[in-house]
């Protein structure tokens, strides 16, 4: 007998489960299709076990800040991969028992459309009024000679042998993550960028700060160059670059984007329209398909790749399936972070932004190094750059690098978007002395 659902959703990843969720929520029949992890990318390969392994070698950093360089042990690596694996398979089995516990039908294989209202799983049809594809996004394959020995970057944070010496291609967020964690960790560490621009759309001189902050552990950041060859064998590798430059290394993960994983789901039988960079949705994420909807890495959108984004997107299509939202996805304020060490964190209007249009903003920077929450983890790098309205005379922005930065533009990400004004935060007590409490002379000029 074939089964029928109200709703489909191909993809157990964050963004497909915040869409299966939220419309079993409604009362939905729903099924969940995972072709590999359930979780996803980020669960699996991606901020799961990347925050595992930064809260190791923060640890580590910690210690070493306190009791001085000299007889401090390494990282125990296989200690705190083990943990982390730990951690991943236990967030995925959570993720399959909580589809389960409301009523959601799990289904492992691949799926393929056979027309717009039928799928094909395991050789089983099955049936439903509605669809969310959620299939995320798989590493962009470089071509040049050599490139099967370049290992992507979800490969480091599921690695279990720290190499030690690594070199990292591009200059995002994940590049960032994995140049601060290997470099604590003990390894050497090359980033190698192919233009001046690293960390596009941060303050370019947080950014600066960032980078002086990793040239101290040792990390050597290369810019305008690329890679042409690499050779040898896994383990022991000879890179060559345009402009000239060779040198070994053990391993090379690529940081370089990624592409829409939609080429084999036959989107053609079901009417769906997908262009290079994904499938095309519309400002309700609905595709050319009415009943086809599309959320996270997959679709094409206005936002970035980040798996805030595709949670919210996937709750958003949820409620929509069940007919209690008519309005266009409207995104809340930003906030964004590289998890590197140390932290560098941003919400709402940037700074950058701010600087190219100083008729309508203001900047307000606060040397946070002085201060008691920051003294006390020997964070003397840490620095807050608020954007002002000129003319309303709100903070509209924020940036700030330190070891707590996400946790503090956390809070002021809490205080924009709700347009906190000076005397309702001094009218709430917070515990002190705390970050928390650190807002009453922030907020203020």
Same mark, same amino acid.
């Given at each position: 007998?074939?089964?029928?659902?109200? @709703?489909?959703?191909?993809?157990?990843? #964050?963004?497909?489960? +915040? !869409?299966?969720? =939220?419309?079993? %929520?409604?009362?939905? $029949?729903?099924?969940?299709?995972?072709?590999?992890?359930?979780?996803?990318?980020?669960?699996?390969?991606?901020?799961?076990?990347?925050?595992?392994?930064?809260?190791?070698?923060?640890?580590?950093?910690?210690?070493?800040?306190?009791?001085?360089?000299?007889?401090?042990?390494?990282?125990?690596?296989?200690?705190?991969?083990?943990?982390?694996?730990?951690?991943?398979?236990?967030?995925?089995?959570?993720?399959?028992?909580?589809?389960?516990?409301?009523?959601?039908?799990?289904?492992?294989?691949?799926?393929?459309?056979?027309n717009?209202?039928?799928?094909?799983?395991n050789?089983? @049809?099955?049936?439903?009024?509605?669809? #969310?594809?959620?299939t +995320? !996004?798989?590493? =962009?394959?470089? %071509?040049?000679?050599? $490139?099967?020995?370049?290992?992507?970057?979800?490969?480091?944070?599921?690695?279990?042998?720290?190499?030690?010496?690594?070199?990292?291609?591009?200059?995002?967020?994940?590049?960032?993550?994995?140049?601060?964690?290997?470099?604590?960790?003990?390894?050497?560490?090359?980033?190698?960028?192919?233009?001046?621009v690293?960390?596009?759309?941060?303050?370019?001189?947080?950014?600066?700060?960032?980078?002086?902050?990793?040239?101290?552990?040792?990390?050597?950041?290369?810019?305008?160059?690329?890679?042409?060859?690499?050779?040898?064998?896994?383990?022991?590798?000879?890179?060559?670059?345009?402009?000239?430059?060779?040198?070994?290394?053990?391993?090379?993960?690529s !940081?370089?984007? =990624?592409?829409?994983?939609?080429?084999?789901?036959?989107?053609?039988?079901?009417?769906?329209?997908?262009?290079?960079?994904?499938?095309?949705?519309?400002?309700?994420?609905?595709?050319?398909?009415?009943?086809?909807?599309?959320?996270?890495?997959?679709?094409?959108?206005?936002?970035?790749?980040?798996?805030?984004?595709?949670?919210?997107?996937g709750?958003?299509?949820?409620?929509?399936?069940?007919?209690?939202?008519?309005?266009?996805?409207?995104?809340?304020?930003?906030?964004?972070?590289?998890?590197?060490?140390?932290?560098?964190?941003?919400?709402?209007?940037?700074?950058?932004?701010?600087?190219?249009?100083?008729?309508?903003?203001a900047?307000?920077?606060?040397?946070?190094?002085?201060?008691?929450?920051?003294? =006390?983890?020997?964070?003397?790098?840490?620095?807050?750059?608020?954007?002002?309205?000129?003319?309303?005379?709100?903070?509209?922005?924020?940036?700030a690098?330190?070891?707590?930065?996400?946790?503090?533009?956390?809070?002021?990400?809490?205080?924009?978007?709700q347009?906190?004004?000076?005397?309702?935060?001094?009218?709430?007590?917070?515990?002190?002395?705390?970050?928390?409490?650190?807002?009453?002379?922030?907020?203020?000029?």
């Amino acid at each position: 007998m074939m089964r029928t659902f109200k @709703t489909i959703v191909i993809g157990g990843g #964050v963004g497909g489960a +915040g !869409a299966a969720m =939220r419309a079993a %929520a409604h009362g939905q $029949s729903v099924a969940v299709i995972e072709q590999r992890d359930w979780g996803g990318t980020t669960v699996t390969r991606g901020s799961t076990p990347k925050k595992v392994l930064l809260g190791g070698v923060e640890a580590h950093h910690a210690y070493c800040e306190q009791n001085g360089p000299v007889n401090v042990p390494p990282v125990n690596w296989s200690r705190l991969t083990a943990h982390r694996d730990a951690v991943v398979s236990q967030t995925q089995e959570r993720f399959k028992q909580r589809f389960q516990a409301n009523g959601i039908t799990p289904i492992e294989g691949h799926a393929e459309f056979l027309n717009s209202r039928q799928i094909r799983v395991n050789g089983e @049809t099955l049936t439903a009024e509605n669809f #969310v594809i959620a299939t +995320g !996004a798989r590493p =962009r394959e470089l %071509a040049l000679p050599g $490139s099967q020995l370049i290992d992507h970057s979800g490969s480091f944070f599921r690695s279990h042998a720290l190499p030690k010496r690594l070199t990292i291609l591009g200059a995002g967020v994940i590049a960032f993550a994995i140049a601060g964690i290997a470099s604590e960790a003990g390894a050497a560490v090359t980033l190698i960028q192919h233009n001046r621009v690293a960390l596009r759309g941060f303050d370019a001189e947080l950014v600066a700060a960032l980078i002086a902050s990793l040239a101290k552990q040792g990390v050597q950041v290369i810019f305008d160059d690329e890679l042409t060859q690499v050779t040898g064998q896994p383990g022991d590798l000879q890179v060559t670059t345009k402009g000239g430059r060779q040198w070994s290394t053990n391993a090379i993960y690529s !940081a370089l984007g =990624r592409l829409a994983n939609v080429e084999d789901l036959n989107l053609k039988a079901a009417q769906v329209a997908v262009t290079a960079h994904g499938i095309q949705v519309d400002e309700y994420l609905q595709t050319s398909n009415p009943h086809i909807f599309a959320v996270g890495d997959c679709a094409v959108t206005a936002t970035p790749n980040l798996a805030n984004y595709a949670v919210f997107q996937g709750k958003y299509v949820g409620d929509l399936l069940a007919a209690t939202t008519e309005f266009p996805i409207k995104y809340p304020l930003q906030a964004s972070a590289v998890f590197s060490i140390p932290r560098l964190a941003q919400v709402g209007t940037g700074v950058a932004a701010a600087r190219q249009d100083s008729n309508h903003y203001a900047l307000r920077s606060v040397n946070l190094s002085q201060w008691l929450t920051y003294q =006390r983890h020997y964070d003397d790098r840490a620095k807050l750059v608020m954007v002002v309205n000129r003319q309303s005379g709100q903070v509209v922005g924020a940036e700030a690098i330190g070891y707590q930065a996400d946790v503090l533009i956390n809070y002021l990400a809490l205080l924009i978007q709700q347009h906190i004004t000076p005397e309702q935060l001094h009218d709430t007590f917070f515990a002190y002395p705390s970050m928390a409490a650190d807002l009453y002379g922030i907020w203020t000029d």
